[in-house]
T-cell receptor, first 116, second 119 residues
Framework: AQTVTQSQPEMSVQEAETVTLSCTYD???????LFWYKQPPSRQMILVIR????KQQNATENRFSVNFQKAAKSFSLKISDSQLGDAAMYFC?????????????WGLGTSLAVNP | GAGVSQSPSNKVTEKGKDVELRCDPI?????LYWYRQSLGQGLEFLIY????????KSGLPSDRFSAERTGGSVSTLTIQRTQQEDSAVYLC?????????????????FGPGTRLTVL
């Protein structure tokens, strides 16, 4: 069964510093997608970054980048130059086939605090 | 453009009452998902619609939960005879299909959720 594990329930970082959130997953598929979503106190779930498993290059979106290690089934999120607005819950999700559609399997989340 | 909207934003009800939660997806998105998020927890999948049909209802926790989607657009999640353990945030997401074949993926866009409190 596919599972997603986020081993850090809570993390904190100083403003302007760098923080890495970890995520591991279990799968037997070779082609799949991985996502990081951010959920601020407003509850709005926002896509941060997407990684295609068939691409070796790590995805980047401005201050957000991932370290994708396919063999190790690891997908960590690095936030550089952390800002107060980055404080939120961060969820890692794996996209697996279910019938003729892909279904997201979610981790339990990491709560990130950004200290001024 | 307009994102996914959900109503009401908050709902307080008494145990045993029925509630209806509404989701308006992004126009043109064929897929729609309902999730439940309990306090401090991750997302629990409830049901998935493709158009008006629901090929995956595997996450509905009991027969008190049902959902429908009409016109390939608006969806309603109904909880009958609510219980205190139904208290949670109910999130709706819609998606479009991108990519091809095995590399197809569905990027989900979420609404702000409905916070349900059952007293």
């Amino acid at each position: 069964a596919q599972t997603v594990t986020q081993s850090q329930p809570e993390m904190s970082v100083q403003e302007a510093e760098t923080v890495t959130l970890s995520c591991t997953y279990d799968t037997s598929e070779s082609d799949y997608y991985l996502f990081w979503y951010k959920q601020p106190p407003s509850r709005q779930m926002i896509l941060v970054i997407r990684q295609e498993a068939y691409k070796q290059q790590n995805a980047t979106e401005n201050r957000f980048s991932v370290n994708f290690q396919k063999a190790a089934k690891s997908f960590s999120l690095k936030i550089s130059d952390s800002q107060l607005g980055d404080a939120a819950m961060y969820f890692c999700a794996y996209s697996r086939w279910a019938g003729n559609n892909r279904k997201l399997i979610w981790g339990l989340g990491t709560s990130l605090a950004v200290n001024p | 453009g307009a994102g996914v909207s959900q109503s009401p934003s908050n709902k307080v009800t008494e145990k045993g009452k029925d509630v209806e939660l509404r989701c308006d997806p992004i126009s043109g998105h064929t897929a729609l998902y309902w999730y439940r998020q309990s306090l401090g927890q991750g997302l629990e999948f409830l049901i998935y619609f493709q158009g008006n049909s629901a090929p995956d209802k595997s996450g509905l926790p009991s027969d008190r939960f049902s959902a429908e989607r009409t016109g390939g657009s608006v969806s309603t999640l109904t909880i009958q005879r609510t219980q205190q353990e139904d208290s949670a945030v109910y999130l709706c997401a819609s998606s479009y299909r991108a990519g091809r074949g095995l590399r197809m993926y569905n990027e989900q866009f979420f609404g702000p959720g409905t916070r349900l409190t059952v007293l």
